[in-house]
């Protein structure tokens, strides 16, 4: 007997997503999010999601959700208790343009139905912090830092996260007093080891030259977004526009943390994916080869930052390089 080949995560999740949007269709209700949990689990196990039966699951996970409501709801799940502090930071403008671009690559993500298909190459690499191994005994750590970032060559089918986070756990019974005097005291060495960056603050005209070419004229020219800057930022106006280009790389660098971390945001060529960039670099497109070629060393600079050497094989030499006729 044949089995079918398996999906990918991006093919998966797209499944999933179409089947929680007729679920909810049909229910006439958004779902909460142990609801989401019982769906993903039912459509995992159950093989639900494939286009010619997803009339048929739609409807008996309504049946069952229904149900479920009817005798008083799931029970939250356990991982959904997250707290959020948007507060932080509020009188610094950085936080508040990162949230907005934030928000603008989730929307493109969920809108090209690709949910998952960056997440699904990124790896969490833990990174033991001198606080880490001296409050911990064995394999357990009363306080941990883990940081996570892609991993690999990305294909363009969907945003890129714009920055890597840090997470911080601690266990349950650890004093607050403690955890903070841990942490204000390893900082610097968290700093040293690349887990935390150092930023500076970024000035009222970086952060509206930002938000300027990703948000507001994304798909435009640099000509055409020096010329509407000029005429809409007066006071800030930039006469040559290879000094408006310049500037706004230099505040993509200093808010992200490496260049062209936006790209995806004010560079077409960003937004396809490696295979139809590679047709047009074949056919002489010179700005799709770079794009390929970004990607390229992106990937080997991410691979190598994980501690994976990487060996090139040379190519092999063709009969007219070696001097031999074809």
């Given amino acids: ?45 159950a093989g639900y999601g494939d286009a010619r039966s997803q009339e048929d699951d739609a409807a008996t996970l309504v049946g069952d959700l229904e149900a479920i409501r009817a005798a008083g709801g799931l029970p939250a799940p356990a991982s959904a208790l997250v707290l959020e502090i948007d507060s932080v930071g509020d009188d610094d403008p ?12 989730v929307r493109a993500v969920v809108r090209d139905d690709e949910f998952g298909d960056v997440s699904a190459e990124l790896r969490g690499a833990v990174l033991d912090s001198a606080v880490a191994r001296r409050t911990g005994i064995g394999r357990w750590a009363a306080i941990r830092v883990r940081t996570s970032e892609p991993i690999g060559f990305y294909n363009g089918s969907s945003p890129p996260p714009i920055g890597r986070t840090v997470d911080v756990s601690f266990d349950s019974r650890m004093p607050f007093v403690r ?51 000029n005429v809409r930022h007066l006071k800030w106006a930039i006469p040559e526009r290879s000094a408006f280009i310049k500037e706004f790389h230099d505040a993509e660098q200093s808010l992200c943390g490496r260049a062209h971390a936006l790209a995806w945001f004010y560079n077409a060529k960003a937004r396809l994916t490696t295979q139809d960039l590679k047709a047009l670099a074949r056919q002489g497109d010179r700005d ?15 691979i190598n930052s994980a501690g994976i050497e990487v060996v090139l094989e040379k190519p092999k030499a063709t009969a007219r390089k070696r001097g031999l006729k074809p």
Avoid: N
């Fill in 1 to 45: 007997m044949m089995q079918e080949p398996m999906a990918t995560p991006s093919e998966a999740t797209g499944k999933y997503l179409r089947l929680v949007t007729a679920v909810a269709g049909k229910l006439g209700d958004a779902l909460t999010p142990a609801e989401l949990v019982y769906v993903k689990e039912r459509a995992q196990s």
């Fill in 94 to 105: 950085r936080w508040k343009l990162l949230r907005e671009l934030e928000d603008a690559r």
């Fill in 179 to 229: 955890l903070v005097r841990e942490l204000r005291q390893q900082w610097r060495s968290l700093v040293s080891s690349g887990i935390v960056r150092r930023t500076r603050p970024l000035g009222p005209r970086k952060v509206a030259l930002l938000r300027f070419v990703c948000l507001e004229m994304p798909g435009a020219s640099w000509a055409d977004r020096h010329d509407a800057w």
């Fill in 288 to 302: 799709a080869e770079r794009e390929c070629r970004r990607r390229r060393d992106e990937g080997f600079r991410s």
